[in-house]
């Protein structure tokens, strides 16, 4: 049923169709419309049975939906940024005690200074907490993930983050093919838990586990996600052919078959890439682009055979490890078959920057050309920085880095009064 429908109300109507039973509502940007849509859904009785419970904090939307998961409901949430991070406890739980959560994080930077805009800081703070990590390429693709979330979530017993980007996709109007009801019920089987708290049939979830057993839970919760790298490629192919279009999987390559040089990204910033390898393309340059569409579990061996001929890897990342360089590339790094020197690190768009065909076609010819650093900060304005270190030099007290970087680019709210 196609639509033209903003990302985070199609995302709602998704997850509408595949029946939650209990949603847990905390507003936060760039999420908070996809809360909104299905309140509202819930409201005038479109999404029947199914409870929406307005909590006072994001530590308490995701111990709601640990409850509730644990009462044996489909339970579903979203939040952003410093809401995922006020989670982190509960988001750690729900992973431990096998619960198969599902969650939209509509990725936003992470203060501070604050910064409501997109980049992936926030699910990459929470890379480990043993969530399985989808990330949407584009709002189709966002609509898509969330009927395969729950799918995965449910059979493997684990819970599932889906990744969009804030204000990118989520608050972008564009055609989406929404999946109708009745596709989605053959889908999506009704929901059988693995574990259930039942008062005919007490027991204790989340109990103490001391040594004799801790190490033993975390290799189960280890070998799931080990699991779930066949079934996302499996039940992949299946909803293509269910639903005529591709979405989901673990890795898929653009241009690559003879590629010297490969870029590899996650989220929306693939659009861009693809546009500008096309124009590369017509100047002779041999570039192809792979877009990881599952960051966790880590797909080395898909990673490893998609680079496997190509003798350059340059990873697009929009999050950073301060002290260390890229996240995203680590990763890389260590299933790329060949030397590690060959991976280079380009971080780009961090609290929303633009990231632009003209910036990207100027780094991938220099990175055709041998001479792209092993690390670089896309559009850094050198200049500013410059001028910050100086000040320091200069003097001891130079006040917060953050408002004084403001008044060098001429911000008038960072002035004093």
């Not at 890229?326 to 280079?344: E, F, K, L, M, T």
Request: proline share 5%; net charge negative.
């Amino acid at each position: 049923m196609l639509k033209q429908i903003e990302g985070s109300q199609a995302v709602a109507e998704a997850v509408a169709r595949c029946r939650p039973e209990v949603v847990c509502a905390y507003p936060i940007s760039p999420q908070t419309h996809i809360v909104e849509s299905l309140g509202r859904l819930v409201a005038s009785g479109e999404l029947r049975h199914c409870e929406f419970i307005n909590v006072e904090s994001e530590f308490a939307a995701m111990s709601v939906a640990i409850g509730a998961s644990a009462a044996g409901a489909r339970a579903y949430t979203a939040t952003a940024s410093q809401g995922l991070l006020f989670m982190a406890e509960a988001v750690f739980n729900a992973s431990g005690l096998g619960l198969p959560i599902v969650m939209t994080v509509a990725n936003r930077a992470i203060g501070a200074p604050i910064n409501i805009w997109n980049d992936h800081s926030d699910s990459m703070a929470l890379r480990d907490c043993g969530w399985i990590q989808l990330f949407a390429e584009n709002n189709q693709e966002a609509v898509d993930l969330h009927v395969q979330a729950f799918r995965l979530a449910e059979e493997l017993s684990l819970p599932v983050m889906v990744c969009m980007d804030g204000f990118i996709l989520t608050h972008a109007v564009e055609r989406v093919d929404l999946p109708t009801q009745d596709q989605v019920d053959a889908w999506l089987p009704p929901y059988e838990p693995r574990q259930v708290l039942d008062p005919a049939d007490p027991v204790s979830i989340g109990a103490m586990v001391g040594p004799e057993a801790f190490m033993e839970v975390r290799y189960l919760a280890h070998y799931k996600q080990r699991q779930a790298l066949d079934l996302i490629p499996e039940w992949a192919t299946q909803f293509q052919q269910v639903f005529g279009r591709a979405a989901g999987g673990l890795v898929r390559a653009y241009r690559c078959e003879d590629a010297e040089t490969v870029v590899v990204a996650l989220g929306s910033i693939l659009g861009t890439l693809k546009d500008t390898v096309d124009a590369l393309r017509e100047e002779g340059l041999r570039i192809g682009v792979l877009g990881l569409h599952c960051f966790r579990p880590w797909p080395a061996e898909a990673v490893r055979a998609a680079l496997a001929h190509v003798g350059r890897v340059v990873v697009v990342e929009k999050s950073l490890a301060v002290g260390l360089g890229g996240i995203v590339s680590q990763n890389v790094r260590a299933a790329y078959p060949h030397s590690p020197d060959h991976v280079h690190t380009v971080i780009a768009g961090l609290g929303g920057r633009a990231i632009t065909r003209a910036s990207l076609a100027g780094m991938l010819r220099s990175a055709a050309g041998g001479t792209l650093g092993r690390l670089t900060f896309l559009d850094l304005d050198e200049g500013l920085v410059a001028r910050a270190l100086a000040r320091e030099k200069a003097q001891r007290r130079t006040g917060p880095l953050a408002e004084a970087l403001l008044r060098d680019v001429g911000v008038v709210a960072a002035r004093p009064a």
